[in-house]
């Protein structure tokens, strides 16, 4: 059934907003400030079951694509993404009947709230890769065949441009082009799409879960519980496989290769408590890819592969990571339209330059402990 | 003339207010303590008189004094005196998604009757403008007289990528003083705050709130130094470790709020005569753990909240522990338990060996022969019942408990030198071996008056580079230069001015472009 999601909902997102991130996806506090202040002014945003989106209506997903740290600085004016839906609407003559995530991790969950509410229509409770990645092609859309575009961006002086092109890699390569060059942050409405289409591509349930693992680690840290069977089961209901602690660790370097221009590098860790002895690493290029046990491949990514606080159970994104922080390192297994052949083409390990092959979070540790 | 060479040196801290006189060699003449009154003033007047009189100088030889106060953390606090604020932010076209004073508590938003204006301005990560070259000079008059008609007493002003770029801040400054007039107190967000507008306006606004209570306070204390034939040169301590004029100091008062721990720290350092090592200050509740990294304290990356606003002030990094002098042990027959509850500044008469029925760490400390205590009230045989075990396994717990903090401060695994200071610090044995070196220097009680008297000023910046222009090594270096040229403007002599502090990171999801540097100089400050 579709419900209302209001202020206090919006605050407990964010937070299972930066567990999906894995790391990455930039801090979702000032996007989730942005969706809030939109509630307030324009009313609470209904969000749909994904079979509730009628089979023939449009829905498009929306976002900002750039850099966090220029969407932190550059505050944006909350109706950038409303104005590239509206630009994409008028081209392809027909309006949205809702709008929705292309990607529930990080500070792009927020995003389609300050639309939704502006705009007066839904969400679905859905997106388009059940985490964080960092390109625009990298969406179970392109997987199954959707087209990203014609997609709009739209900056805050409010520059805008419509794209047509071949294929969703060069959405990406032209798309992050002129991000740059509006200063580091577009705001984008892209794969407009078929209730029907949507049904086929997308991953459900992922907004509320974002706002279940949320509850899951605000109550336990009330509670001073462990966050797991809460969230266990929240991940369950929508698909993912069960969570497991990789380790519990203390960060011991952290390594950030600067070189190349690239935001990646590498966290070694020292077991802790029943993980004494052991020597962790976990390799990030924007979002944690690689977790290894003393050199043997623990987990690999689309699995999600997140760092939360040892104490708060606050989930850490890279850019903070730093020696001597305790840290249990989650592992999530995606859902299984993420692991299809075509989507590891797309988001393997082997697309990120490793030569590995995709083998399961759950498959590579089957005897590790399961802690509740 | 006399020769100048004495330098004075207070602290303000929660329970006492410490003053130590240095001279020329910064060698410790004289150190007391007296208690912290509640308009602070008073405490610091009767802590100098005292300091003075110990010493024995003659006022006429004091170089300067350095003060580590806190007035604006108290107003913020207790909301009072608060100025009344109008912000405004050089944002437009951009800006509107998050208005200013966005998730504040409304009561005290109603303290300070604040207001806030947007207008066109400001610039992008490389430096383009995103509304026009200049500030549109009509808007801006438009703003300051509905400003001055409605009484406000202060502005914040922020603006996009300011950090980087301060132009149309300081235009804006330029405007307010031709319409307002030169006394008229503006905040400029890029003097206070880094990259993160809404953390950075925020921190602007509680300066701008407290303003006119830094500004009454501090003509306060010089009045009182005249009283006491001080009129030399003042400075404030800042939350980095640097001194600020007296002139910054009443513009930017919010840049003191963090300045007890950086004094201690520095102090600490000073004392030990090192440039990198961990410094774990012991009260009588907790215990502050430090890092400092060529000679300043290492700077949190997270942001802080101030008065429950969150803000992106420069703080010193600390972690905190409940271990003090006076915490509580807890003894079950095997485990001990040390703190948080502890008997603070009521040690005198509630621990064991003053007398009192509450064990305490200060206790253990004693009876193991780890502390040694010259009070008359102070009778160690009142703790001849006490359990070898449990005092044993209290020391051990009591190195566990600082150890551990230690340890989880550190950027690396090299082994630094912990020192150790402040009262509590008796309850820590300072003993060596090969994995840790600990020291307990002389003269620990007054580390934090000492660190607000060494002289250091420096200056920051933060931006974002493109690199399609330049290389990393380029940009880094002129990120220096500027640093440099920034520090000697605060105050910083011309020559041996150097780079303390060096951060590049290249921004996420901008794959190959652009470049975030922050760098920090620091250097002798020119007397």
């Given at each position: 059934m579709a419900r209302l999601i209001g202020v206090e909902d919006i605050e407990y997102l964010a937070i299972g907003a930066a567990v999906l991130g894995t790391g990455g996806g930039g801090d979702p506090h000032l996007g989730k400030i942005m969706a809030q202040q939109a509630i307030k002014e324009?009313?609470?945003?209904?969000?749909?079951?994904?079979?509730?989106?009628?089979?023939?209506?449009?829905?498009?997903?929306?976002?900002?694509?750039?850099?966090?740290?220029?969407?932190?600085?550059?505050?944006?004016?909350?109706?950038?993404?409303?104005?590239?839906?509206?630009?994409?609407?008028?081209y392809l003559g027909k309006e949205a009947y809702a709008v929705m995530p292309m990607e529930c991790g990080g500070l792009n969950s927020t995003i389609p709230f300050v639309v939704a509410a502006r705009a007066g229509i839904p969400i679905v409770d859905a997106d388009g890769m059940g985490r964080a990645f960092p390109e625009l092609q990298m969406e179970t859309f392109n997987i199954y065949g959707v087209s990203g575009t014609p997609m709009v961006i739209t900056d805050e002086r409010g520059d805008w441009s419509l794209l047509n092109t071949v294929d969703n890699n060069m959405l990406e390569h032209i798309a992050r082009g002129i991000a740059i060059r509006m200063g580091g942050v577009g705001h984008i409405a892209e794969y407009p799409m078929t209730g029907v289409e949507m049904k086929r591509s997308s991953i459900f349930h992922t907004v509320t879960l974002a706002i279940e693992l949320g509850k899951a680690i605000v109550h336990s840290r009330e509670k001073q519980l462990s966050p797991m069977p809460q969230m266990e089961a929240a991940l369950i209901k929508a698909g993912y496989g069960k969570p497991l602690i990789l380790f519990e660790a203390k960060i011991t370097d952290v390594d950030r290769a600067t070189t190349d221009g690239f935001a990646k590098g590498t966290v070694t860790l020292e077991g802790i408590g029943e993980y004494k002895g052991a020597t962790y690493q976990v390799d990030f290029q924007n979002e944690n890819l690689i977790a290894y046990q003393n050199g043997e491949v623990l987990a690999t990514v689309p699995d999600l592969i997140t760092f939360l606080d040892l104490d708060t159970f606050k989930p850490l994104t890279t850019e903070t990571l730093r020696y001597g922080y305790r840290i249990s390192c989650l592992a999530i297994p995606t859902p299984s339209i993420m692991r299809s052949e075509a989507a590891l083409k797309v988001w393997g390990p082997q697309y990120f330059g490793y030569d590995l092959e995709f083998?399961?979070?759950?498959?590579?540790?089957?005897?590790?402990?399961?802690?509740? | 003339m006399a020769k100048l060479i004495y330098k004075i040196g207070v602290d303000v801290g929660g329970t006492n207010t410490d003053a130590v006189v240095l001279d020329h060699q910064d060698q410790v003449v004289a150190a007391v303590k007296?208690?912290?009154?509640?308009?602070?003033?008073?405490?610091?007047?009767?802590?100098?008189?005292?300091?003075?009189?110990?010493?024995?100088?003659?006022?006429?030889?004091?170089?300067?004094?350095?003060?580590?106060?806190?007035?604006?953390?108290?107003?913020?606090?207790?909301?009072?005196?608060?100025?009344?604020v109008a912000v405004v932010r050089?944002?437009?076209?951009?800006?509107?998604?998050?208005?200013?004073?966005?998730?504040?508590?409304?009561?005290?938003?109603?303290?300070?009757?604040?207001?806030?204006f947007l207008i066109h301005g400001g610039h992008e990560y490389d430096g383009r403008a995103l509304a026009g070259e200049g500030l549109d000079h009509d808007e801006v008059f438009r703003v300051l007289d509905t400003i001055k008609e409605k009484g406000y007493e202060s502005i914040a002003v922020s603006c996009i990528f300011s950090p980087?770029?301060?132009?149309?801040?300081?235009?804006?400054?330029?405007?307010?003083?031709?319409?307002?007039?030169?006394?008229?107190?503006?905040?400029?967000?890029?003097?206070?705050?880094?990259?993160?507008?809404?953390?950075?306006?925020?921190?602007?606004?509680?300066?701008?709130?407290?303003?006119?209570?830094?500004k009454k306070a501090a003509y306060g204390l010089i009045e009182a130094l005249k009283d006491l034939g001080i009129s030399s040169k003042v400075f404030f301590a800042q939350n980095d470790g640097t001194l600020m004029s007296l002139e910054r100091a009443i513009m930017y008062p919010v840049l003191t709020i963090g300045s007890g721990p950086t004094n201690s720290t520095r102090g600490a350092a000073y004392?030990?005569?090192?440039?990198?090592?961990?410094?774990?200050?012991?009260?009588?509740?907790?215990?502050?753990?430090?890092?400092?990294?060529?000679?300043?304290?290492?700077?949190?990356?997270?942001?802080?909240?101030?008065?429950?606003?969150?803000?992106?002030?420069?703080?010193?990094?600390?972690?905190?522990?409940?271990?003090?002098?006076?915490?509580?042990?807890?003894?079950?027959?095997?485990?001990?338990?040390?703190?948080?509850?502890?008997?603070?500044?009521e040690i005198k008469e509630k621990a064991i060996a003053f007398g009192g029925d509450i064990l305490t760490a200060t206790d253990i400390a004693l009876a193991a022969g780890v502390a040694i205590i010259d009070d008359p009230a102070c009778d160690l045989s009142r703790l001849s019942y006490l359990d070898t075990e449990l005092v044993q396994k209290g020391i051990a717990k009591i190195q566990e408990m600082v150890l551990n903090a230690c340890e989880k401060i550190k950027t690396s695994p090299e082994p630094l030198p912990i020192v150790l200071v402040g009262g509590g610090s008796v309850i820590m044995p300072a003993q060596q071996d090969d994995s840790v070196k600990l020291i307990k220097p002389e003269n620990f009680g007054c580390a934090n008056a000492l660190g607000a008297a060494i002289a250091e000023a420096s200056g920051e910046v933060d931006g974002l580079w493109p690199m399609e222009k330049r290389t990393r090594d380029e940009i880094i270096e002129l990120a220096k230069e500027q640093a440099i040229a920034k520090a000697i403007e605060?105050?910083?002599?011309?020559?041996?001015?150097?780079?303390?502090?060096?951060?590049?990171?290249?921004?996420?999801?901008?794959?190959?472009?652009?470049?975030?540097?922050?760098?920090?100089?620091?250097?002798?400050?020119?007397?």
């Open positions: 324009f009313g609470p945003v209904t969000l749909l079951e994904p079979d509730e989106m009628p089979d023939d209506k449009m829905v498009v997903p929306v976002a900002m694509m750039g850099a966090p740290t220029v969407f932190v600085e550059k505050i944006p004016n909350g109706d950038e993404a409303l104005h590239s839906l509206r630009r994409l609407e008028e083998v399961p979070v759950e498959e590579l540790n089957e005897e590790a402990k399961i802690r509740g | 007296s208690s912290t009154t509640a308009d602070v003033q008073s405490g610091i007047y009767t802590s100098i008189e005292k300091v003075l009189k110990e010493s024995g100088i003659n006022v006429n030889q004091i170089a300067y004094v350095s003060l580590g106060t806190t007035h604006a953390t108290n107003a913020i606090i207790r909301r009072k005196g608060l100025s009344k050089i944002c437009l076209p951009a800006g509107k998604g998050v208005l200013p004073l966005a998730g504040w508590d409304e009561s005290l938003i109603a303290a300070m009757d604040a207001t806030s980087a770029k301060d132009q149309h801040e300081k235009e804006f400054a330029k405007l307010a003083a031709e319409r307002l007039g030169e006394d008229f107190p503006v905040t400029l967000s890029s003097e206070i705050g880094s990259l993160g507008l809404l953390e950075r306006e925020n921190s602007a606004i509680l300066n701008a709130s407290v303003v006119g209570v830094a004392l030990s005569n090192l440039e990198n090592c961990i410094v774990a200050d012991i009260g009588g509740t907790s215990t502050d753990v430090g890092i400092l990294v060529n000679g300043f304290p290492r700077q949190s990356a997270l942001a802080v909240e101030v008065g429950g606003v969150l803000t992106n002030f420069r703080m010193p990094d600390l972690i905190s522990i409940g271990l003090g002098g006076g915490s509580i042990v807890q003894y079950d027959g095997k485990e001990v338990a040390i703190g948080p509850d502890s008997v603070g500044y605060m105050g910083a002599v011309l020559s041996g001015t150097s780079v303390v502090d060096l951060e590049a990171v290249p921004l996420s999801y901008l794959p190959g472009n652009v470049l975030r540097v922050k760098a920090k100089a620091a250097g002798a400050l020119q007397l």
